[in-house]
């Protein structure tokens, strides 16, 4: 601690209320203290705040009221840092480390967002604070983000790249199948790129050790089985749902054929009567004023008239209905067809993608080995070389002596 910190009244202050853990206090003093600042000074006070907290016991649950209450601005308080030069930017970072590790739910809300400001000096510091969290308890597990940290990967400012590649590394030490998976899809956006792909690799081959490659292939190995199992399970469904639609088939096919019999029985009735109606006549003669039908008969008539023609249309109405069912079912049938042709498509996909991964990985692995083989041939022939070194001073030391 400076001479001017141990001086400072509001820093005394400060320490004296911590020792009370009189907390809320201590926040209002730190607010009162910032408020008055320059902005020539704000930085310098911030700094002495943060790191006589850090010394001090309950010191982390003050800042992090000073940050849930914005008295301390995430955002604000690295555009202000992007001002000072390298050195102090990053000295006054190492303060926020280990409340990165402990704490990063203070910063992570914000990450995305600051990873997208105009400011270089910004991205780069906060890919430092993300380095921060991922070498603490918690693991960076966010998509999104990372897919952010990756895009970074083609930052204009070769320091920001430089940073994001040790993002890139500290999170996928945590997880590998995950960051591998997100540069492999971001490079292929830009199959041309050859210096992106150089740093994609760089950051793989850091991440992905033999012994990692066979965990990634599991992992897509499980991905892919579980994918068939689901493809299997809705090729199932569809097959179910057809055997229900030709059930409904058959089940409209069975009422068309009983409304066909309904109908023919109630022609024969009313050909039955018509029948009856002209053997009644011809066994009477039939006179001159007796050329009407009885009252009784005609009336019986009309009302078996009335009744087919009832029928009849209501017999042309269920007609109608059935036929409109046969084609929602032909339109259903259609639909499902479409859908388990859509979900092979899906599946043929799916596998070619795991394909072009499995190649990748084994390309990796392959050159992890070359890697490997030389570094081992390296060790050899150091060791032979140191051998034959040996043997010459020996062979010297002996000449020598003999000489002598």
Not at 85 to 106: A, G, T, W
Not at 204 to 214: A, D, N, P, R
Not at 375 to 395: M, T, V
């Amino acid at each position: 601690m400076s001479e001017k910190q141990q001086e400072n009244p509001e820093i005394s202050k400060i320490k004296d209320f911590m020792k009370d853990e009189r907390f809320d206090d201590v926040v209002n003093i730190i607010a009162l203290y910032l408020g008055d600042s320059t902005d020539e000074d704000y930085l310098d006070r911030l700094e002495d705040i943060i790191e006589t907290l850090m010394l001090l016991h309950g010191g982390r649950t003050v800042l992090r009221f000073l940050i849930e209450r914005l008295i301390i601005d995430i955002p604000s308080l690295l555009e202000n840092l992007s001002k000072r030069d390298s050195v102090l930017r990053y000295s006054f970072l190492l303060l926020l480390k280990s409340m990165c590790e402990d704490e990063c739910d203070l910063f992570l809300p914000y990450s995305e967002d600051l990873l997208n400001s105009d400011d270089p000096n910004v991205r780069e510091a906060v890919l430092q604070l993300l380095v921060f969290i991922a070498g603490g308890e918690k693991s960076i597990e966010d998509e999104s983000l990372i897919k952010t940290i990756t895009e970074s990967l083609n930052d204009e400012k070769d320091f920001v790249v430089k940073k994001s590649i040790q993002a890139l590394i500290a999170i996928g030490k945590d997880k590998p199948s995950l960051v591998t998976k997100i540069i492999t899809n971001y490079v292929k956006e830009f199959p041309e790129d050859k210096e992106l792909k150089e740093y994609a690799d760089r950051v793989l081959k850091s991440i992905v050790s033999v012994e990692g490659l066979e965990e990634i292939k599991e992992e897509e190995e499980e991905g892919l089985e579980e994918e068939e199992v689901e493809i299997s399970e809705k090729e199932l469904e569809l097959k179910k749902k057809k055997i229900e639609i030709q059930k409904k088939k058959l089940e409209l096919e069975e009422k068309e054929k009983q409304l066909e019999e309904q109908f023919i029985q109630e022609k024969e009735k009313a050909l039955k009567l018509k029948e009856d109606i002209i053997d009644h006549e011809a066994e009477k003669p039939v006179k001159k004023e007796e050329v009407e039908l009885p009252k009784k008969i005609k009336k019986i008539m009309k009302k078996e008239e009335s009744d087919i023609f009832d029928k009849e249309l209501e017999l042309k109405k269920k007609d109608l209905e059935i036929k409109k069912k046969k084609l929602e079912l032909e339109l259903r049938e259609k639909e499902i067809e479409q859908k388990a042709i859509e979900k092979k498509e899906e599946a043929l996909r799916i596998k070619e993608e795991l394909i072009e991964k499995e190649n990748e990985l084994s390309r990796v692995e392959l050159e992890l080995k070359e890697k490997e083989i030389k570094q081992k041939e390296k060790k050899l022939l150091e060791g032979e070389l140191e051998r034959a070194e040996k043997y010459f001073e020996k062979e010297e030391k002996e000449t020598n002596e003999k000489s002598t």
